[in-house]
């Protein structure tokens, strides 16, 4: 997109106002979605929503308060009360930045007004820009809508509040006017992102803080927009076209070197729906970025998000010299037919290049993730076979893949071709849209997988995989800030882990297996069939509960660890035997829990890796009471495959993604 040879002034009117009013302060929330709790546990989220209107705010001479919900793990009661704790507050701004959150958004203003009726109070982000008016018809507390980018906008409001000058008079506003709603026309995207205030990093200090000092990744933006058209994408409502603006490599590099001068914070994740784009221009941004970084000696990591018709091994791997250590690829499916239909613009030829070109230029599958979206309501017993087949065969399937329904967002071309179909939207507004599936096969299958899904979650086995996860990641956490471990140790607890998520990603393939098998012939599932399926699981969760707790002992116990040769034929918890011999990858048994059975732990390859991303060549050794060396077993349970037979559900000669 060219810049606007228009002053800045004329798009945005208020560009160069300074707040005089001490006690005119603007309050910013990021709500906590609760029903998430569970897939978000693990991960600490900047919102850089709240950070950019902070920064905007800041530098217009307003004092603002950010409360990130979700990082802090609030409700909306302890919101309220921490808004309501300041009566500076006279603008409110709560940014929902999906569907599900303007419940707990609603919930929030209710709460607020009814105490402190004079505030105002805005809504602003992808799903209030889409469903304006429906939002301001639902909930009288909500004063108006910001619609698109909330820069320039958030500071515009709060002039003309602090001044009591006509709101309706305001682009890019949505509000009631003597009780009929009005929309003012449409505020232009910002085309200079570089003259934006660098956003505040309120929510990064809080990481640190919750991590100890530990290390942690910064969230950053170095474009905005995508040139696609995915029939089941929402953020074209918020920009309002197709077209893709860039920061500077110089301005991203000065953002970066703040944040290293700041906060010690040399990871990076940027948050961009397109880092690559496929033109000229775009090719040269990324060397040009590249050079920046360079020049500079940044010495950063960070992650980025891609098409993969944008994957170029060349490209990729400039990126990864000058620190690109992960990457995402908007993969979405591996059957052609379904791609189509989404309106992708991309073919399974492309994912398999991508995924092929990134394994010759050495990305190990763990630094590789994708989006992929399983359940569609359109989608047929084959095309769900086949969208199976391919993740599992690619070697990156991990348990959130095959949990994956599309959702319809508010106002999206998937949302518009359901109506179109005459399907009626009877959730309440906010909430996902609860649809059946066209193929009766598929509407058996799906429902007993989530019944299944949410079973499990609930179980103890797998609660104590969460608790072995939850360990894990402050163990690796604390090794990258303040008490690193020997490089072996830390690959023992790294081949560990990736045992545990093999085998919880292992009661998930035989769930969809036998599923596909039960329904092969019928379209839906026979009286007691669900309970059949779970008792056939029982021998992975069992075995799977186990190891989990020998992770979570090995977590506990790291700083404890002591090595041996192994030479002695009563090992103590905490021992760790190493050997090797004649050249052979060094073998590390870790000793961890005393059973009634005898001694129990971990045994690990040193060295191994795999095509797989849960690949591993860690195994649980025994060790009888009183036996020796010579004595050792090893514990097993049986696989997905092993329970089911033959893991192939395409017929011979077949290949995912033909359809």
Same mark, same amino acid.
């Given at each position: 997109?060219?810049?606007?040879?228009?002053?800045?002034?004329?798009?945005?009117?208020?560009?160069?106002?300074?707040?005089?009013?001490?006690?005119?302060?603007?309050?910013?929330?990021?709500?906590?979605?609760?029903?998430?709790? +569970?897939?978000?546990? =693990?991960?600490?989220?900047?919102?850089?929503?709240?950070?950019?209107?902070?920064?905007?705010?800041?530098? !217009?001479?307003?004092?603002?308060?950010?409360?990130?919900?979700?990082?802090?793990?609030?409700?909306?009661?302890?919101?309220?009360?921490?808004? /309501?704790?300041?009566?500076?507050?006279?603008?409110?701004?709560?940014?929902?930045?999906?569907?599900?959150?303007?419940?707990?958004?609603?919930?929030?203003?209710?709460?607020?007004?009814?105490?402190?009726?004079?505030?105002?109070?805005?809504?602003?982000?992808?799903?209030?820009?889409?469903?304006?008016?429906?939002? @301001?018809?639902?909930?009288?507390? $909500?004063?108006?809508?910001?619609?698109?980018?909330?820069?320039?906008?958030?500071?515009?409001?709060?002039?003309? @509040?602090?001044?009591? *000058?006509?709101?309706?008079?305001?682009r890019g506003l949505s509000l009631r006017v003597d009780g009929k709603f009005v929309r003012t026309p449409d505020r232009p995207r910002v085309r200079d992102l570089d003259s934006l205030a660098f956003p505040a990093r309120d929510d990064l200090q809080q990481m640190?803080?919750?991590?100890?000092?530990?290390?942690?990744?910064?969230?950053?933006?170095?474009?905005?927009?995508?040139?696609?058209?995915?029939?089941?994408?929402?953020?074209?409502?918020?920009?309002?076209? !197709?077209?893709?603006?860039?920061?500077?490599?110089?301005?991203?590099?000065?953002?970066?070197?703040?944040?290293?001068?700041?906060?010690?914070?040399?990871?990076?994740?940027?948050?961009?729906?397109?880092? $690559?784009?496929?033109?000229?221009s775009g090719i040269r941004w990324v060397h040009d970025f590249c050079d920046v970084l360079t020049e500079r000696k940044l010495e950063v990591n960070f992650y980025a998000e891609m098409r993969a018709d944008t994957i170029e091994k060349s490209l990729v791997r400039? =990126?990864?010299?000058?620190?690109?250590?992960?990457?995402?690829?908007g993969a979405e499916s591996g059957v052609d037919s379904v791609l189509v239909r989404w309106d992708k613009g991309t073919t399974v030829e492309d994912n398999n290049r991508a995924l092929r070109e990134l394994r010759e230029i050495g990305m190990a599958p763990h630094?590789?993730?994708?989006?992929?979206?399983?359940?569609?309501?359109?989608?047929?017993?084959?095309?769900?076979?086949?969208?199976?087949?391919?993740?599992?065969?690619?070697?990156?399937?991990?348990?959130?893949?095959?949990?994956?329904?599309?959702?319809?967002?508010?106002?999206?071309?998937?949302?518009?071709?359901?109506?179109? +179909?005459?399907?009626? &939207?009877?959730?309440?507004?906010?909430?996902?849209?609860?649809?059946?599936?066209?193929?009766?096969?598929?509407?058996?299958?799906?429902?007993?997988?989530?019944?299944?899904?949410?079973?499990?979650?609930?179980?103890?086995?797998?609660?104590?995989?969460?608790?072995?996860?939850?360990?894990?990641?402050?163990?690796?956490?604390?090794?990258?800030?303040?008490?690193?471990?020997?490089?072996?140790?830390? #690959?023992?607890?790294?081949?560990?882990?990736?045992?545990?998520?093999?085998?919880?990603?292992?009661?998930?393939?035989?769930?969809?297996?036998?599923?596909?098998?039960? /329904?092969? #012939?019928?379209?839906?599932?026979?009286?007691?069939?669900?309970?059949?399926?779970?008792?056939? *699981?029982?021998?992975?969760?069992?075995?799977?509960?186990?190891?989990? #707790? %020998?992770?979570?002992?090995?977590?506990?116990?790291?700083?404890?660890?002591?090595?041996?040769?192994?030479?002695?034929?009563?090992?103590? $918890?905490?021992?760790?035997?190493?050997?090797?011999? &004649?050249?052979?990858?060094?073998?590390?048994?870790?000793? %961890?829990?005393?059973?009634?059975?005898?001694?129990?732990?971990?045994?690990?390859?040193?060295?191994?890796?795999?095509?797989?991303?849960?690949?591993?060549?860690?195994?649980?050794? +025994?060790?009888?009471?009183?036996?020796?060396?010579?004595?050792?077993?090893?514990?097993?349970?049986?696989?997905?495959?092993?329970?089911?037979?033959?893991?192939?559900?395409?017929?011979?000669?077949?290949?995912?993604?033909?359809?």
């Amino acid at each position: 997109m060219k810049k606007s040879s228009l002053p800045l002034t004329v798009l945005q009117p208020f560009a160069n106002y300074r707040n005089e009013d001490p006690d005119f302060q603007v309050g910013l929330v990021h709500p906590y979605l609760v029903e998430a709790w +569970q897939k978000n546990r =693990l991960k600490y989220r900047e919102s850089l929503a709240l950070g950019y209107l902070a920064g905007a705010l800041d530098r !217009h001479g307003f004092e603002s308060t950010s409360i990130n919900a979700e990082l802090l793990g609030i409700g909306p009661e302890e919101v309220t009360e921490r808004l /309501l704790a300041d009566p500076r507050i006279q603008l409110i701004g709560i940014s929902a930045k999906s569907q599900r959150t303007y419940r707990a958004a609603r919930q929030i203003a209710r709460l607020v007004k009814a105490v402190r009726p004079d505030v105002h109070i805005t809504l602003g982000g992808v799903f209030p820009s889409a469903a304006d008016q429906p939002i @301001l018809d639902d909930c009288v507390e $909500i004063d108006s809508i910001v619609r698109g980018e909330g820069e320039y906008a958030i500071v515009e409001l709060a002039a003309r @509040l602090s001044q009591g *000058l006509p709101l309706d008079k305001m682009r890019g506003l949505s509000l009631r006017v003597d009780g009929k709603f009005v929309r003012t026309p449409d505020r232009p995207r910002v085309r200079d992102l570089d003259s934006l205030a660098f956003p505040a990093r309120d929510d990064l200090q809080q990481m640190l803080v919750d991590n100890g000092g530990g290390s942690t990744s910064a969230y950053l933006v170095a474009s905005r927009g995508c040139y696609a058209a995915c029939t089941f994408c929402s953020i074209h409502q918020i920009y309002g076209d !197709h077209n893709v603006v860039r920061r500077s490599p110089e301005s991203i590099a000065d953002e970066m070197q703040s944040i290293k001068d700041r906060f010690g914070v040399s990871r990076f994740s940027f948050v961009d729906d397109l880092f $690559i784009m496929p033109s000229p221009s775009g090719i040269r941004w990324v060397h040009d970025f590249c050079d920046v970084l360079t020049e500079r000696k940044l010495e950063v990591n960070f992650y980025a998000e891609m098409r993969a018709d944008t994957i170029e091994k060349s490209l990729v791997r400039r =990126l990864m010299d000058v620190g690109m250590h992960r990457l995402f690829i908007g993969a979405e499916s591996g059957v052609d037919s379904v791609l189509v239909r989404w309106d992708k613009g991309t073919t399974v030829e492309d994912n398999n290049r991508a995924l092929r070109e990134l394994r010759e230029i050495g990305m190990a599958p763990h630094q590789i993730n994708f989006g992929y979206i399983m359940f569609d309501p359109e989608m047929t017993f084959a095309e769900l076979k086949e969208q199976y087949q391919w993740i599992r065969d690619s070697g990156y399937a991990k348990v959130q893949h095959l949990q994956n329904k599309m959702n319809i967002y508010w106002g999206t071309p998937q949302y518009q071709r359901m109506i179109d +179909q005459g399907r009626a &939207d009877d959730s309440a507004l906010g909430d996902r849209w609860i649809y059946t599936f066209d193929d009766p096969r598929v509407d058996s299958f799906e429902p007993a997988f989530r019944r299944f899904h949410r079973r499990y979650e609930a179980d103890s086995r797998a609660m104590a995989v969460l608790a072995a996860r939850e360990a894990f990641m402050k163990r690796v956490q604390e090794d990258k800030s303040r008490v690193p471990m020997p490089r072996w140790l830390f #690959e023992c607890l790294s081949q560990a882990m990736r045992r545990i998520d093999q085998a919880d990603r292992d009661c998930y393939f035989y769930v969809f297996e036998w599923l596909f098998r039960a /329904l092969e #012939e019928q379209d839906t599932l026979a009286d007691g069939a669900e309970e059949e399926m779970w008792a056939g *699981l029982e021998p992975l969760l069992d075995g799977l509960a186990a190891d989990a #707790e %020998l992770l979570s002992a090995l977590c506990a116990s790291i700083q404890e660890i002591v090595e041996s040769d192994g030479a002695t034929a009563a090992p103590r $918890i905490g021992d760790a035997w190493r050997a090797s011999e &004649d050249g052979s990858p060094e073998i590390v048994t870790i000793w %961890l829990a005393d059973q009634p059975h005898g001694t129990e732990g971990f045994r690990v390859g040193l060295g191994f890796t795999g095509d797989d991303r849960f690949d591993h060549a860690c195994e649980v050794v +025994q060790l009888p009471p009183g036996g020796s060396p010579t004595d050792i077993t090893v514990r097993r349970y049986p696989r997905a495959s092993q329970l089911l037979g033959s893991a192939r559900l395409l017929p011979a000669g077949v290949e995912a993604g033909q359809s």
